[in-house]
């Protein structure tokens, strides 16, 4: 095995903050390369036109939908499930249970992705509906050419990141890393010539800026299979796993679906670290270890994201001007306090993703959904009308919505885990795992 990779024996019998660092390492840096990703796509695309930035804006809603119902769905069921059946030494099960997320990511991303393709203008309309000023005519055509080539290709990124929640479940996050590393060097790469027209490449605007982030999960997807062909990570995806148990495809489902259609990214290296290592120790029986893993990811999780947080409350201007260099006035002022008030909220997010993990590692998604769903609904959403619009408070009070709701969420999920585990949950989990014995 590799530096990074961990045998199940390592992940259920080392020691625990060495087998969340090794795990996560590479996954960390998968992480701080989608950042790199998002940064550059919306460094060239600043430099196309500004309304050409406001249109992505105005498509991140669909974009999210799009993706937390295919690849999100998935990628946590597959990964959570996987890891189990490797901690419980069930080889056969831990392959039919990737080889099932792969196809269900197959079903979703090309069903859902086509819907997306006819509706794409409507659905543009719906999200300008709920803003007092609308999007503008113009903005809505080039959102709409922006989604129309992405809900195209989002089947490689759903195939893409299903075989990396194969990988990582298994305990090899270094495939993951690969994968994401070539998938990000092949949309950066392609950002300029398919945007600008550079060489004999067209100028496609912002339909070149999607056609270089699918030319990108493309390459990842690509990467993955030729990982898959020489039985990495002990063949977890071979063709002797083609098979398919329908009460796993549901269960792959129910468990990605119910947490992912309104989860962060945030920390993600580090909790699909946790996940699997949670999920393998369950596996094993090893239940104190399951805990010990949550708790060691919270401090982890807090302490970097306390760093980024810091950072970005002393120098949310450099970040605005390196992103969109001609923001100013009150827009340029509301962009840097909005980046000052979501640091307030960093460390907070680190405890409510890793112990969001404890609980998806137990196949506790139903709890994670409804903390996600409070969160947003209850907590963010009615501070936001009611303090920014009802009380007057303006978008002052919208930006700080976000951080309290996150803190208090961490806050709550955090005592409803303690309380969870002290009253049995994991050992529950364990049972469950042993009697869903290979067949």
Known sequence: MGRFDLSPEEITEGPIPRALLVLSAPLFVQNMVRVAQ?????????????????????????????LSSTVSASFVGTQVLVSQRVGADDVRGARRAAFTGLL????????????????????????????????????????????EVISLGIVFAGLSDTIEA??????????????????????????????????PFPSLGIRGAALATVAG???????GVAFVLRGRAGGILS??????????????????????SLAFRTLMSLSNAAQSIVGQNLGAGNLDRATSTTWTGVKIGTSVLTVFAVGQWLVPEL?????????SGRSFAFAVAYLQFLA?????????????????????TKTTMVASVAQTWLLQLPIAAGAGITLGFGAIAVFWARPLSIIVSAVVLAGYYLHSTNNGMYSRAAERVEASPDD
Do not use: C, H
């Open 38 to 66: 998002q940064v550059v796509d919306l460094f060239w695309v600043g430099r196309y036109s500004s309304d050409a930035v406001a249109a992505i804006g105005l498509a991140s809603p669909v974009v999210w939908f799009l």
């Open 104 to 147: 269900l990511t197959l079903v979703l991303s090309v069903g859902v992705g086509a819907l997306m393709f006819l509706n794409v203008r409507p659905l543009l309309e719906l999200v300008t509906s709920a803003r007092p000023t609308g999007g503008g005519g113009d903005l809505v055509a080039l959102a709409t050419r922006y989604l």
């Open 166 to 199: 194969a990988f990582v479940g298994r305990g090899e996050s270094r495939a993951a890393m690969y994968m994401n590393v070539a998938s990000v060097t092949a949309n950066l790469s392609l950002d300029p010539f398919l945007i600008f027209g550079l060489g």
């Open 217 to 223: 999960y493309t390459a990842g997807f690509l990467l």
């Open 239 to 260: 063709r002797a796993a083609a098979t398919v148990d329908l009460g796993e495809f549901r269960a792959a489902y129910t468990v990605g679906s119910r947490v992912s």
């Open 319 to 327: 970040v605005v001007n390196l992103f969109v260099p001609e923001m």
């Open 344 to 364: 307030v909220g960093y460390p907070a997010k680190g405890v409510f993703s890793l112990v969001r993990a404890g609980f998806n590692g137990a196949r506790r």
